[in-house]
């Protein structure tokens, strides 16, 4: 049997397991008759808008035992000012892995223009696990949450020695402490309580704006539960590849940051810059890949910083999440600045530790449950070398083992195949050089939805499409499938502007 015909068959059977798996799953009963209302809201605690209401939605924390233990998700809502016009409601569906989504409506409602607001009532969530849901905790070890710990980025010399022992403790760590919830977190959960999330609203259907992780768990939902689904908008897409999943994503940063340093390095050479590190566009590569290797060599201290020092990995984890948007570029611009001996090091800026707790355990979870990832050593060495050379930039980062390597525990069913099985309902917004979640991947999941959806893309740089980028034709297209239904007759280009 050729390798070809091997992975077909094995792909078919995952399917065929996924679709008797999610099936074979007790069927939830509506909590109470569509259209009416079943949460107790009230006040916000600490959101900034008055407007915005919580309540909470109890949820299996196995769904193969609905009558069994339960846990609470996080809701909230600022509800369309004109119930005359109202068309339902619009999900706002986080990224991460382990995001939180509770404030999202009110950011969301100072950008959404008028005609979508008058349609929906604006609802956000915490996700299982995060939070002001259920909370979950590895409890891991203070140095062990520096971002150049929880991305896996190589040692000077390539060597992942140490990343692999650090995913070693991650794993063990979240195993001891995570207790069954973390166990139970999942996309395909995640599916299941967005829609005992829809049943609690009293709604026949729901709206969803995904973003980022979010077009991921909102596929999942689009597949699984495909006629409770109305206007489907995912913005930033993540590649569906059920053979990898969060493997695939973590990958995906290689090409996405050489898609995208070109916009950092043509702003940090203009003239006018406050932040100007290089005359030319051409030279800012050079130079930062020079600044990185000698950082490698000799650190500077960073007082305060976790790690404290300002190393090789420290400015490549800073490019990394400076190329998300234009106005995060004068972060990597400064940093490089410090480095070269121009500027002093910025004071650090570090998150609440409670907060980067919760967050890691989630993106543990998910990433993690979701798939079984490669245990073998050798071949992450062999794919962190080889990614090195083709894709300096990131070092190898983006292929080289994550805590899933060593997770004691199997997935509790195989990931969710999308398939173009469903209503023809779906939008995906996808700007050209996302460093997150590159144009290749939004692409594959175009293609695993086939005719239910369409695509607008938008000749721009950074992550997030929608209301993000300033680019009226994009936003005109989301915008009037929102507020319409209709979508375009095919694709979308849009070009910059």
Not at 270 to 294: C, H, K, M, S
Not at 314 to 328: N, P
Not at 385 to 410: E, H, I, Q, S, Y
């Amino acid at each position: 049997m050729s390798n070809t015909i091997r992975r077909t068959a094995a792909a078919t059977v995952a399917a065929a397991l996924a679709v008797s798996v999610l099936t074979a799953l007790p069927a939830a009963a509506d909590q109470g008759l569509p259209g009416r209302d079943h949460l107790d809201w009230s006040a916000c605690q600490g959101q900034a808008d008055p407007r915005q209401q919580c309540a909470t939605v109890t949820v299996p924390l196995d769904y193969h035992d609905p009558g069994g233990q339960q846990i609470t998700l996080a809701v909230s809502r600022i509800a369309t000012a004109k119930p005359g016009l109202r068309r339902g409601v619009l999900l706002t569906v986080p990224g991460g892995p382990g995001g939180s989504g509770l404030g999202i409506p009110a950011s969301a409602v100072k950008r959404l223009p008028q005609s979508v607001l008058d349609r929906f009532d604006l609802v956000g969530f915490d996700p299982r696990g995060v939070g002001r849901s259920t909370p979950v905790s590895c409890g891991l070890d203070t140095p062990d949450l520096a971002m150049v710990k929880l991305r896996p980025w190589p040692a000077a010399d390539g060597s992942i020695d140490a990343n692999l022992a650090t995913e070693r403790r991650i794993a063990e760590t979240c195993a001891r402490n995570g207790g069954p919830v973390l166990r139970s977190i999942s996309t395909a959960n995640e599916a299941r309580d967005i829609d005992r999330i829809r049943q609690a609203l009293g709604e026949r259907k729901l709206s969803a704006w995904g973003t980022s992780y979010g077009t991921y768990a909102g596929a999942v939902y689009a597949t699984m539960f495909p006629g409770h689904t109305d206007r489907i908008v995912l913005d930033s897409n993540d590649d569906p590849d059920p053979s990898r999943v969060g493997r695939g994503w973590l990958a995906a940063f290689g090409q996405g940051a050489e898609d995208r340093f070109p916009d950092f390095a043509k702003w940090a050479s203009a003239p006018g810059n406050p932040d100007r590190v290089a005359d030319t566009p051409e030279q800012v590569r050079p130079l930062f890949l020079d600044l990185a290797d000698r950082l490698d060599r000799a650190p500077l201290p960073w007082p305060g910083a976790n790690p404290a020092e300002l190393n090789g990995n420290v400015l490549r984890e800073t490019m990394l999440t400076s190329l998300y948007a234009d106005a995060k570029f004068p972060d990597l611009a400064r940093l490089m600045l410090a480095g070269l001996g121009r500027r002093p090091l910025p004071a650090p800026v570090l998150p609440p530790e409670q907060a980067v707790q919760n967050t890691t355990a989630v993106s543990v979870g998910t990433l993690c449950n979701d798939v079984s990832w490669p245990a073998d050593p050798a071949g992450y060495v062999k794919d962190v070398a080889a990614d090195r050379a083709a894709r300096p930039l990131t070092a190898g980062m983006p292929v080289n083992a994550m805590p899933c390597a060593f997770w004691p525990f199997k997935a509790a069913e195989p990931p969710v195949r999308v398939t173009d099985r469903g209503p023809a309902n779906v939008l995906l917004a996808q700007n050209l050089r996302d460093p997150a979640t590159p144009y290749g991947g939004a692409l594959k999941l175009r293609a695993a939805f086939g005719d239910r959806a369409r695509m607008v893309t938008v000749d721009s740089g950074g992550h997030d499409v929608y209301l993000a980028n300033g680019n009226a034709c994009g936003d005109a297209a989301v915008t009037d499938f929102l507020v319409t239904g209709r979508r375009p007759s095919e694709d979308v280009f849009c070009p910059a502007g």
